[in-house]
């Protein structure tokens, strides 16, 4: 049977006053689905048109409905904009939810505002709620949040030390237990949190948004699918989710999937240049021709091109040269030409000879990527005086640039670990990656740029 349609014009517009307990109706009327979002738009429509013509102590119920509203529609700033505008503390405790949102520091949080000073303004807001009388506990509890947030560990631990006693059934404490274990670096105890959570609060889009993005991490793409697509039910969806699940899609050719994710970032934004720019990328990829047998061909030369040189028996010369060259797989050596071997020193005919009787085994040839015509240049050099802080540098791992999920699956693909093996790769060879288009070669730029750094031939 059928659930029923919560009316949502009776919750807001045809009662004036809007109390607590009607939140948690108004999320429940949004995640019955599609009709219900549009009935909404329209109520938030009907609502502006009151505000206009309302006397002043109306227009403060009004914003407070405008605000919540809106910030569950997704509309985040404006929401902050109503929320200000009212008064009490249910409007006090989601001004401080709508500006803890927009706080987060993730790498798709509010693009064009100050992360430090949205979680400065969401303490004061859950502060000044639970002066005025809003439950202290859920109050409380996003402070740990924030707190977790801006870095003071200490601080947020210590929150949750003390309702720990009182808050056994509580959704949002487990929520914060499982956000200060992913702080500490325990991701199978902040699972199991947020496991807890959702068995508290199934609709707790938090904690099955984290455990999406834990399952991501492990690989376990449809685990993480399916945590990401319950979030789509309970606004507001952060981009996160939309971002992630999108890449998802993409990794498992559903890019008309993928592609409604991006075009839904982009409605809810448009200023978001990186949404559009992901659109774009997944249209394209419904548009290319897919024959299965260039694939399983591509897939199979790219696995012998990946068979490193230490699986073949050279002599010692020949193995000291090709190692102090940096040059470590079949693949390297398409990359270079026979000239540039036989400069190496030590490096001869004899030598050369070796090293051609074994790609010609794997029906290669030394220079072969140059003879048709992809541009690359040797990829692989030596480095030579560099300082002990320049050496560092090079050899810090990748994920200290803190890349998006797309940009990160494919530094995975090309098995790119430090700093030093991704400035030796160029954009040609990067943008030849799944799923690795100009958004995300554009994102790894400017996080090598933060670490004076650039990509070979930028």
């Not at 959570?197 to 376990?220: C, K």
């Not at 699918?225 to 996160?240: N, R």
Request: aromatic share 6%.
């Amino acid at each position: 049977m059928t659930e029923p349609l919560i009316d949502l014009r009776a919750l807001l517009v045809e009662r004036e006053d809007f109390e607590g307990g009607m939140v948690s109706r108004l999320r429940e009327g949004l995640a019955q689905g599609g009709s219900q979002v549009r009935a909404m738009r329209e109520i938030t429509d009907t609502l502006q048109k009151r505000l206009a013509v309302a006397a002043a102590p109306q227009q403060k119920k009004i914003h407070l409905k405008l605000g919540i509203s809106l910030y569950f529609l997704g509309h985040i700033r404006t929401a902050i904009e109503h929320l200000n505008k009212a008064e009490g503390p249910l409007a006090a405790f989601w001004l401080g939810q709508a500006h803890m949102y927009l706080g987060q520091a993730r790498p798709y949080a509010d693009d064009d505002g100050d992360a430090t000073d949205h979680l400065a303004e969401a303490v004061k807001a859950f502060d000044r709620a639970e002066k005025s009388g809003y439950a202290a506990q859920l109050t409380q509890l996003q402070k740990a949040g924030v707190l977790r947030l801006q870095k003071h560990l200490g601080d947020a631990k210590a929150i949750l030390a003390k309702l720990k006693d009182g808050a056994a059934h509580n959704a949002e404490y487990y929520f914060q237990e499982g956000g200060v274990a992913e702080a500490e670096g325990d991701p199978v105890r902040a699972a199991k949190a947020y496991a807890r959570a959702v068995e508290l609060e199934p609709r707790h889009a938090g904690a099955l948004f984290r455990l999406g993005f834990l399952n991501d991490l492990q690989g376990n793409d449809q685990d993480a699918i399916g945590y990401y697509e319950k979030c789509l039910k309970y606004p507001p969806v952060g981009k996160g989710v939309l971002y992630n699940l999108g890449i998802l899609y993409e990794d498992h050719d559903q890019y008309d999937k993928a592609t409604e994710c991006y075009r839904r970032l982009h409605r809810a934004d448009p200023r978001d240049e990186r949404a559009k720019l992901f659109v774009k990328d997944a249209e394209a990829s419904l548009t290319q021709d897919y024959n299965p047998q260039d694939e399983q061909f591509s897939e199979e030369h790219q696995r012998v091109l990946e068979v490193p040189i230490t699986d073949f028996e050279l002599s010692v010369r020949s193995r000291n040269c090709l190692k102090r060259m940096n040059i470590r797989t079949l693949g390297d050596l398409t990359r270079v030409t026979e000239s540039q071997l036989l400069a190496s020193k030590n490096f001869g005919e004899t030598s050369l000879e070796e090293i051609k009787a074994i790609m010609n085994a794997k029906a290669l040839r030394i220079g072969q990527s140059l003879d048709q015509g992809q541009q690359y240049e040797f990829r692989y050099r030596p480095q030579q005086n560099l300082s002990p802080e320049e050496q560092a540098t090079l050899n810090k791992p990748v994920s200290d640039l803190n890349l998006s999920v797309r940009a990160r699956k494919c530094m995975n693909r090309l098995n790119i670990t430090t700093l030093g093996e991704l400035v030796q790769r160029t954009a040609d060879e990067l943008l030849e990656a799944k799923n690795f288009g100009m958004t995300s070669l554009t994102e790894v730029r400017e996080r090598l740029v933060q670490h004076n750094l650039k990509l070979r031939g930028d």
